[in-house]
């Protein structure tokens, strides 16, 4: 059964840290380009990072570059995001998702798999 965990969400402090992790079970994530995605309550999903199979290619929406860090390790299966300097605004379900063609896209529907989403909440 092809699957993607997402796990570390939580509640922290603005200025606080997290690291998200994404976890593949069913298929390998060789190949796949990466992404993550948010969406707050109200508010549309937006695309937060992404990372193609061989790193070459990123994306970071302007809200979040120089706060937050997208990797993966290919021989744990795993995709992760770092985010630094967290504020208030960066409150969402945040969902990694993958797709076939490995290269960066902001679209949702250009992907293929979804994960079932992390609570991030960033509040005093």
């Known amino acids: 059964q092809v699957q993607l965990v997402e796990s570390g969400g939580g509640a922290v402090q603005p200025g606080g840290s997290l690291r998200l992790s994404c976890a593949a079970s069913?298929?390998?994530?060789?190949?796949?380009?990466i992404g993550w995605f948010r969406q707050a309550p109200g508010k549309e999903r937006e695309a937060v990072s992404c990372i193609s199979s061989a790193e070459t290619d990123t994306y970071y929406a302007d809200s979040v570059k120089g706060r937050f860090t997208i990797s993966r390790d290919n021989a744990k299966n795993t995709v992760y995001l770092r985010m630094n300097s967290l504020k208030p605004e960066d409150t969402a379900v945040y969902y990694c998702?993958?797709?076939?063609?490995?290269?960066?896209?902001?679209?949702?529907?250009?992907?293929?798999?979804w994960g079932q989403g992390t609570q991030v909440t960033v509040s005093s």
């Open positions: 998702a993958a797709k076939e063609r490995d290269y960066c896209s902001v679209y949702g529907w250009d992907y293929d798999y």
């Open positions: 069913g298929f390998t994530l060789d190949y796949h380009a």
